[in-house]
């Protein structure tokens, strides 16, 4: 079975800092990981995936994330935190071979410290 | 806009009633997601479809039903409610092609809020 274990419920940095959200994923196969974002009151929108090839994949907003296997992680990345991305992440897994059933993690609630 | 559209948004009922969210897909997807998002249980999926087919089942209460329609629209019955099913339902879809699901992406729609009272 597949799962995700998202580190840190709620994160708060200052605007301008650097946002470190984390990741560590379970798969038994190579999985597809991807970090999604809710904003108040909307559904969740794909920030970006990794799937195969380059282990670093930046998304839409200046996000980024790397796969590294080896630490089975998955953590996103901005070096400049905006107050517009105050909102909610989320790490999401499936497996590799076509099944787009996506195991969500429990979230990261990311505040913007003006 | 995901192109996914969900209704009602918002739907207040009482415990043991019985309701039906509906959710169109984006135009030419041919799967289609059912998850419940509460505080206490994160993000859950319930169910997808597929072509009108059952595809995968996930977390879904024996209460709970869903059902894909030709027009490839989908509804998610719930019955005999409970305080406990309280939550945001999200319906989702992915592109598509004949051979099945390929790149993992979902499209969410904004969602259906149930509150029982």
């Known amino acids: 079975a597949q799962s995700v274990t998202q580190l840190g419920s709620h994160v708060s940095v200052s605007e301008g800092a650097l946002v470190l959200l984390r990741c560590n994923y379970s798969s038994s196969v190579p999985p597809y990981l991807f970090w999604y974002v809710q904003y108040p009151n909307q559904g969740l929108q794909l920030l970006l995936k990794?799937?195969?090839?380059?282990?670093l994949v930046k998304g839409i907003n200046g996000f980024e994330a790397e796969f590294k296997k080896s630490e089975t992680s998955f953590h996103l990345t901005k070096p400049s935190a905006h107050m517009s991305d105050a909102a909610e992440y989320f790490c999401?897994?499936?497996?590799?071979?076509?099944?787009?059933?996506?195991?969500f993690g429990t979230g990261t609630r990311l505040t913007i410290i003006p | 806009d995901s192109g996914v559209t969900q209704t009602p948004k918002h739907l207040i009922t009482a415990t043991g009633q019985r309701v039906t969210l509906r959710c169109s897909p984006r135009?030419?997807?041919?799967?289609v997601y059912w998850y419940q998002q509460s505080l206490d249980q994160g993000l859950q999926f319930l169910i997808q479809?597929?072509?009108?087919?059952?595809?995968a089942k996930g977390n879904i209460l024996e209460r709970f039903s869903a059902q894909q329609f030709p027009d490839l629209h989908s509804e998610l019955n719930l019955s005999s409610l409970e305080l406990g099913d309280s939550a945001l339902y999200f319906c989702?879809?992915?592109?598509?092609?004949?051979?099945?699901?390929?790149?993992?992406?979902?499209?969410f729609g904004e969602g259906s809020r149930l509150t029982v009272l």
């Open positions: 135009s030419g997807d041919l799967s």
């Open positions: 989702a879809s992915s592109g598509t092609g004949d051979e099945g699901p390929v790149t993992g992406e979902l499209f």
């Open positions: 990794y799937t195969t090839g380059a282990t």
């Open positions: 999401a897994v499936s497996d590799r071979f076509g099944n787009e059933k996506l195991t």
């Open positions: 479809y597929y072509n009108g087919e059952e595809r």
